[in-house]
């Protein structure tokens, strides 16, 4: 074998605490190495450039390169030597910046290591071998997880790009949190105005499939193959005849119904269509609060439906789609605020969360978007914005921003001067974080022409006094004194998380999420739309917290993957999958055993059972390599003799 | 496949046996009592109790009849008491890291890597295709050295862990007599203490320990790294 | 069963009705508290301020003494004590801090101190509030009070771990186990201006004074509280904060183990109500008509207030 | 290659390419300083790395083995490490009888985010090797030759087995012969005092089935052999457990 090494500088990343020279003259002693060289940038275009040469030059059937991280850059390298003619699976890295030159300035001891990796890796490569990829078909068909803004623009871009989108959402209409707004910053346009007309679409476009009052029940398969078994939930109204006349509603004696969709500012009725922009249009019957239901008697609605719609006996259903690949858009909720006690832990009827205060300023909220007191209904004259109640707070958990409320707070200052012209807006900040485009001239605005009061500092107690007025104790940390101001209102900023239930999704996508289960993205910076599994991309906050414009834009990036996935009519599967040697397997069926995808069988080869790997089903965890007895089954690329070449290196006495 | 079984009253431990009859040119005959049996050699008798010549298995055997059999004659045999520490593992515990290995450096000296002790495992489901002599994989170099001959019991003691009955057949065959059963009963031994007191060959329908798993596993717990 | 004792320099002057009571309270509940010999002020003066190392030094004493008295555990009134000594014994983790404290005292201090609690937390871990109950002669039933912690006795949580920091119950628990009824109190973990009493009187008067009107506005009969200096200033200055408020309290501000011995009917001069600047006889001779009016209903009845009304 | 003889010792980390190589190299890019023992092998997943591969690391000079992967309900290939936490633990229960301190080896979970938790983890592990010193080598210390103590009480009578229904058992056999392409038992050997497998085939095979004390060995190990014909076989007690493993296994 004729291998190549080259020992990467990363300018002085690397070069800084390790010798690089040395390494390449250790590593022309390795046996088989025939060449090693110590490019400045490897990465680079020259430094490519120069791998592919040496690889005419010297003839080399295999290339080893030490430098950063193969999580970065293996990738690249690999279509390097492709490039040079030479099969993607004989390259090998050693990984002397994260491992070695940033994690110690000792340059004896880096210098002997980064020479150590490198002979592992050599030794590795000598027992490579070409891999060939298979291939195999795409089902051109998406499934896109919520409906909210992102999950919406994902779902559009997708169907206008020609593919049938499954659109599944746990609520019983689209819209997500966007739906419940007034209006938008920092441009203070009606939300429902440039929602609505996508949530239209949604509906209208003969791509899209929407499954609402659904939920995701189990995925199975892989990128390109997953089959997702959906729940649809019982609404005891059938769909297919309602008309969204909104009779049962009318006539509906259920009045006391908490009504979700208004964030519990106001009530509805047991049976009800979530807000008159509704996507599906659609009725749903409340059942904790629906008579017929629960006592048995009642049945109203039933009898004012003019298409007889209703059904009591309506039950969930299980329905099952084949999709190819699928986007994420789960969003957010707001964290349980009531553990501030200092704030009243939500027995004060008069200090709300900010979302329940735009459904207080929004034309369709329960007051008909005039500003009431949920307590006894006045008019609000001095109103508190809190900000950062559960962000960037260690003591309840919550040590990260929540990115956009600093934004809200400063467009329901101006709203609440819009709707009350004498009334007074005061904010408690800690920072004020208007980075985006149009953003801090609008908290100015807020500021100078509708004269909100901004006091930089926490609020350490709120309570109610005398004149049912509440009391909000805070510091002005700039003018280092306590501050004291009486309220008639006080909103809450309350921080953001990931939206009920996140985890177990991810587990269902075996894709990862946070402490705070927020999902992960393959690369904090390069991939942020990407999962480390095949075919699940994310869009918008259940990836991590952002704004709508941002929500958008990542929805259009997560269906820009999709198009381009699906751009090809087949797609490659790894090769790194286990491979059976029939001359070695006994049939003792452990393999089968213990494989987490059920991606081995049992096959009959010449009248003897034989354990038979199914590609596009393997995921190459080498699981049943290591359960082999006798290493019948082999992890391509990770084999025993490959890993014990490696062991072999570094222990020989 | 039909399971005969007796019960079983105990099996001699032909090595001490033969250690007693010295050397011999032929056996005459052998004569039983209930409590042993008396070996006439070139004319010469040599009584053998089975109270003192029985395999180091017979005496912590729990198991005196067939757990699983599709005819069993004869009376079930009382035991009385769980099984102590066998001989074997005892002597291993006796001793202290640097001893041990000091042992098994002596006892793999002795070692002819004849693999009788693998060829006598009802285990070995590998038979032919042993790791021992092949290159791909190529887990071990054929040098007679103790270093590669440990390592071939742990490779048998390890693709035997949750799956050895402790049947004592490697030992058994053991031309030269080294107690290779401590390495397997010491394997038992964490078995039983991590999975519940698990024993292999009690019940056909348990999975091998090894081959399943728990979301949390009652007895391994995660160390901190303070 | 005896406990180790430290009873601050307030105990012995300002607050001495605060010690008479929680003597009188721990004796009718078997709890005898024994003074560490010889002990010395915990430095709750400004010294902790000004030299963090004096100041534990101060403490350190008396903490060494307890735990020479093989004391399991150091029991204190009041809250800036046990602040103080727990910060010290929490200090003296740090072996650079130990040795210079060490050196001021002239000698190393034991290397184990005992654990330092308040009274109240050690009457909460000897019996649950179904054993106070029990020993309620004279249930506190029809009684309107606001709990008053102020701001050292749950804070910094991980040094005084007393619950929920901006939401503490324990004296709730114990007074409802008396049978009073307990208003919900937001501020009962605002700051009375104790600290600044000295410097900054018209703040100080104003916090206590919003302190006080809260109480007076949800109706209570009296404030309960567990700190000398919270008592003082809400008691001693009550005409100071009604200045500052421009009204006149009438609020009376009693020690929790005052409260306790009223339900405990315990001999007045023992609780030392006498001490007090506000006059609690207002709400003594209401107690008095409560329970009179019950005698008065059927004995069923009379057996449940017995019980504390609960 | 030698290690830096004095400043290093041989440390071989195992590490899972999904979380904990991604920690080890998050915990580079914060520059989170280390020592610099440890050499890592990357494989797909904990589940992939073979006890085997550590003995024969151990085995072979390694002063220390640490082994990291997913979190448990983190796997990248959802139950790798599952299984890998139950083989590392037996394995690690299992060194100390070669003669080897189960301290030398250590399995943990390290995830792509814990930089901090990875320094932490290789910073103590390798202190602990230091402390350990230098693994002692098989080949080291002079041979120490101990005999068992064979003086054991047993949990039950021992004896011959003379008044064992061997007549009717043949009996038995015969009536299932039939049905059966063999039954595995023993017969005398070259003297009265050995016996040798017996497969019987016919009545007059099974007329010459012994038993008694010299039945030594284990007739479970033909089974495979007859894998996929109808097979009987008479059994000890313990003989009886290895049927049974067998049966799980099939």
Same mark, same amino acid.
């Given at each position: ?653 | ?226 | ?134 020993? &309620? ?6 009684? $309107? !009070? ?9 804070? @910094? =949580? *991980? ?118 600047? &506000? ?6 001779? $209401? !107690? ?9 209903? @059927? =004995? *069923? ?10 | ?250």
């Amino acid at each position: 074998m004729r291998i190549g090494v080259f020992i990467c500088h990363c300018g002085s990343n690397i070069a800084g605490t390790v010798d690089c020279a040395k390494v390449a003259a250790i590593a022309r002693t390795y046996p088989d190495v025939v060449y090693a060289d110590d490019p400045m940038y490897t990465c680079a275009e020259p430094g490519q450039a120069a791998i592919e040469a040496a690889i005419h030059e010297h003839k080399l059937d295999g290339v080893v390169v030490a430098s950063c991280s193969p999580r970065m850059h293996e990738p690249t390298f690999r279509r390097t030597v492709e490039r040079a003619g030479l099969n993607r699976y004989m390259l090998e890295m050693a990984n002397i910046r994260e491992h070695v030159s940033w994690i110690g300035k000792d340059m004896e001891a880096n210098t002997n290591k980064a020479a150590e990796l490198v002979q592992l890796a050599v030794e590795k490569l000598r027992n490579n071998k070409p891999l060939m990829a298979k291939s195999f078909d795409v089902n051109k068909r998406v499934l896109v997880i919520g409906g909210g803004v992102a999950g919406i623009q994902a779902a559009l871009d997708c169907a206008d790009g020609g593919v049938p989108v499954v659109l599944v959402e746990r609520e019983a209409t689209i819209g997500g949190k966007m739906a419940k707004l007034d209006k938008t910053f920092p441009t203070v346009d009606c939300s429902a105005c440039i929602l609505g007309p996508k949530m239209v679409d949604v509906a209208q476009h003969s791509n899209i499939t929407l499954y609402a009052y659904s939920e995701v029940e189990d995925i199975s398969g892989y990128v390109g193959n997953f089959t997702v078994k959906i729940r649809k939930r019982s609404t005891y109204v059938d769909w297919s005849l309602c008309t969204g006349c909104g009779a049962c509603t009318e006539k509906c004696p259920a009045k006391k119904t908490p009504d979700a969709f208004n964030e519990l500012t106001g009530t509805t009725t047991a049976i009800t269509i979530a807000f008159p922009q509704a996507i599906p249009k659609k009725a749903v019957i409340n059942p904790q609060f629906c008579r017929q239901l629960l006592k048995g008697k009642c049945g109203v609605c039933a009898k004012v439906c003019p298409t007889g719609a209703i059904k009591y006996d309506m039950e969930d259903e299980i329905i099952t789609e084949e999709v190819g690949s699928i986007v994420a858009a789960t969003g957010y909720d707001l964290m349980d605020w009531t553990v501030y006690k200092e704030y009243g832990g939500g027995t004060y009827p008069d200090v709300i969360t900010s979302l329940q205060y735009e459904r207080l300023l929004s034309a369709s909220g329960p007051t008909g978007g005039h500003v009431k007191r949920p307590s006894d209904g006045r008019e609000p004259k001095n109103i508190v914005f809190v900000q950062c109640v559960g962000s960037r707070d260690k003591s309840v958990g919550r040590p990260y921003c929540s990115g956009f409320c600093c934004m809200y707070t400063a467009k329901q200052a101006i709203l609440t001067k819009d709707h009350i012209p004498d009334s007074k807006s005061f904010v408690f900040y800690m920072d004020i974080r208007a980075p985006g485009k149009m953003y801090d001239e609008f908290t100015r605005r807020a500021m100078e022409e509708y004269g909100t009061e901004y006091i930089r500092g926490r609020v350490s107690q709120i309570y109610p006094d005398a004149n049912g007025q509440m009391t909000v104790m805070g510091v002005d940390t700039l003018l280092g004194q306590p501050v004291e101001i009486k309220a008639d209102l006080v909103v809450l900023a309350v921080g953001v998380e990931a939206s009920k239930g996140s985890p177990q999704l991810a587990e269902k996508l075996r894709i990862s999420y946070d402490s705070y289960g927020f999902f992960m993205e393959s690369h904090v910076k390069l991939k942020p739309v990407e999962t480390n599994t095949a075919g699940v991309y994310l869009a918008g906050v259940c990836q991590g917290v952002k704004d709508i414009p941002a929500s958008v834009a990542q929805g259009s990036a997560a269906a820009a993957k999709v198009l381009a996935l699906f751009s090809k009519d087949k797609l490659e599967s790894d090769p790194q999958i286990a491979q059976v040697d029939i001359r070695r397997c006994v049939n003792c069926g452990k393999c089968i055993r213990c494989c987490p995808f059920g991606a081995i069988k049992e096959v009959e080869i010449r009248g003897e059972g034989k354990a038979q790997v199914i590609e596009t089903v393997c995921q190459g965890c080498g699981l049943c390599t290591s359960t082999c007895p006798q290493g019948a089954i082999q992890l391509s690329h990770a084999t025993d003799n490959q890993i014990l070449a490696e062991v072999n290196a570094l222990c020989q006495c | 496949m039909t399971i005969f079984a007796l019960p079983c009253e105990g099996t001699l431990d032909m090595a001490r046996v033969n250690q007693d009859l010295g050397r011999y040119t032929k056996i005459d005959g052998v004569t039983y009592d209930e409590a042993g049996v008396t070996i006439t050699a070139d004319g010469k008798d040599h009584r053998f109790c089975m109270t003192d010549y029985a395999q180091g298995k017979c005496y912590g055997c729990t198991t005196p009849s067939a757990v699983l059999a599709d005819t069993l004659l004869g009376q079930p045999v009382k035991v009385d008491g769980a099984a102590g520490t066998p001989p074997e593992l005892a002597l291993l515990d006796s001793m202290s890291l640097d001893e041990r290995l000091a042992f098994w450096r002596g006892q793999m000296d002795r070692c002819l890597r004849c693999y009788a002790c693998r060829n006598a495992c009802p285990m070995c489901v590998c038979r032919d295709y042993c790791v021992s002599d092949s290159r791909d994989p190529h887990w071990m170099t054929q040098e007679d050295s103790a270093k590669e001959k440990l390592f071939f019991q742990t490779i048998h003691a390890m693709h035997l862990a949750g799956r050895c009955t402790g049947c004592g057949e490697c030992q058994r065959a053991c031309p030269v007599g080294i107690p290779i059963m401590a390495l397997r009963q010491q394997i038992a031994r964490a078995v039983a203490q991590l999975f519940d007191g698990y024993q292999p060959g009690l019940n056909p329908d348990e999975v091998p320990p090894l081959l399943g798993y728990e979301v949390v596993e009652k007895n391994i717990h995660e160390r901190d790294w303070k | 069963m005896n406990f180790a004792y430290y009873p601050g320099c307030s105990a012995r002057g300002s607050s001495k009705d605060y010690e008479m009571s929680t003597q009188a309270v721990c004796k009718a509940l078997d709890m005898r508290l024994v003074d560490i010999p010889d002990w010395n002020c915990c430095g709750s003066t400004p010294a902790h301020a000004v030299d963090t190392e004096l100041s534990a030094a101060l403490c350190v004493r008396n903490l060494d003494i307890a735990a020479q008295q093989k004391a399991e555990v150091l029991l204190t009134p009041c809250p800036s004590c046990l602040s103080n000594l727990r910060m010290a014994a929490k200090r003296m983790e740090n072996p650079a801090f130990r040795s210079r404290v060490d050196e001021l005292l002239d000698g190393p201090s034991a290397k184990e101190f005992p654990p330092v609690t308040s009274v109240m937390q050690g009457i909460a871990a000897q019996m649950d509030m179904g054993a106070i109950t029990a020993r &309620v002669r004279q249930s506190l039933k029809g009684l $309107k !009070l606001v709990a008053y912690y102020g701001c050292l006795m749950s804070r @910094p =949580a *991980e040094v005084m771990n007393f619950g929920d920091p901006e939401n503490p119950t324990l004296m709730e628990e114990m007074m409802s186990a008396c049978g009073a009824e307990m208003l919900d109190f937001p501020l009962k973990t605002a700051c009375c201006g104790a600290s600044f009493g000295i410097p900054e009187r018209p703040m100080t008067a104003k916090n206590s004074g919003r302190i006080l009107e809260l109480a007076t506005r949800l109706g209570a009969d009296a404030i309960v509280v567990a700190c000398p200096l919270c008592q003082m200033n809400l008691d001693l200055r009550q005409d100071q904060a009604s200045a500052a408020m421009d009204t006149k309290f009438r609020m009376p501000v009693l020690y929790f183990t005052q409260m306790m011995g009223i339900a405990f009917d315990l001999p007045e001069k023992e609780l030392g109500l006498n001490k007090l600047c &506000v006059s609690a006889d207002g709400l003594i001779r $209401k !107690l008095g008509e409560l329970r009179r009016e019950e005698a008065a209903k @059927p =004995a *069923e009845q009379k057996a449940k207030a017995a019980e504390g009304g609960r | 290659m030698p290690v830096l003889n004095g400043k290093e010792l041989r440390i071989v980390g195992f590490l899972c390419n999904w979380c904990s190589y991604g920690g080890a190299d998050t915990a580079g890019v914060a520059r989170a300083t280390q020592p610099t023992d440890l050499r890592v092998i990357r494989v797909p997943c904990s589940g992939r790395i073979d006890p085997l591969f550590i003995v024969k690391a151990l085995l072979n000079g390694a002063d220390g083995v640490l082994v990291s992967g997913c979190h448990p309900r983190d796997c990248h290939y959802a139950a790798g490490n599952f299984y890998a936490r139950r083989r590392l633990e037996v394995l690690k229960q299992f060194l100390p009888v070669l003669g080897i301190d189960e301290r030398r080896f250590e399995y943990t979970w390290v995830s792509a985010s814990e930089g901090q938790r990875w320094q932490q983890v290789v910073t103590v592990f390798t202190d602990r090797i230091h402390k350990l010193g230098p693994a002692p080598q098989l080949d080291d210390p002079e041979p120490l030759l101990k005999i068992a103590d064979m003086a054991l009480t047993s949990l039950r009578s021992l004896g011959t087995g003379q008044k064992a229904a061997l007549a009717e058992l043949k009996e038995a056999i015969k009536a299932k012969l039939p049905e059966l392409d063999c039954v595995i038992g023993w017969q005398q050997g070259y003297d009265a005092a050995h016996t040798v497998p017996l497969f019987m085939k016919t009545p007059e095979d099974v007329d010459k089935l012994v038993w008694g004390p010299f039945n030594v060995n284990n007739p479970a190990v033909y089974l495979p052999t007859f894998k996929g014909k109808k097979v009987g076989i008479v059994v000890k007690g313990c003989d009886s457990r290895s049927v049974v493993e067998l049966l799980q296994e099939t």
